[in-house]
């Protein structure tokens, strides 16, 4: 099995921008994504890329704001988080797995880490 870690989390405010990092332990022969789960709240989907990186999908939510890419070499996904809304505030996951673009599930999950945009 493989083991994500997730970093680059923090604090901003309103309208900052933020960026994180997935690296996995080792090469992911398959889709990866983000996903986010508010104080409660379920678990949402925020984005996926395919293994190729030419297929992205993202949450209406954030479409236009964020950006989801990967580096196969490092073995890593990415997040680039644009015009934060308090409401993205959320513990954000990484995951990877067969088919996470359609069916927007992952198998493999990473340990999370927090996001807090204030107003």
């Known amino acids: 099995q493989v083991q994500l870690v997730e970093s680059g989390g923090g604090s901003v405010q309103a309208g900052g921008s933020l960026r994180l990092s997935c690296a996995a332990s080792?090469?992911?022969?398959?889709?990866m994504g983000w996903f986010r789960q508010a104080p409660g709240k379920e678990r949402e989907f925020v984005g996926g890329?395919?293994?190729?990186?030419?297929?992205?999908d993202y949450a209406d939510s954030v479409k236009g704001r964020f950006t989801i890419s990967r580096d196969n070499a490092k073995n890593s996904v990415y997040l680039q988080m644009n015009s934060l809304k308090p409401e993205d505030t959320a513990v954000y996951y990484c995951?990877?797995?067969?088919?996470?673009?359609?069916?927007?599930?992952?198998?493999?999950w990473g340990q999370g880490t927090q996001v807090t945009v204030s107003s």
């Open positions: 995951a990877a797995g067969p088919g996470l673009l359609t069916t927007q599930k992952g198998t493999d």
């Open positions: 080792g090469r992911i022969f398959y889709s």
């Open positions: 890329i395919s293994l190729a990186g030419i297929r992205t």
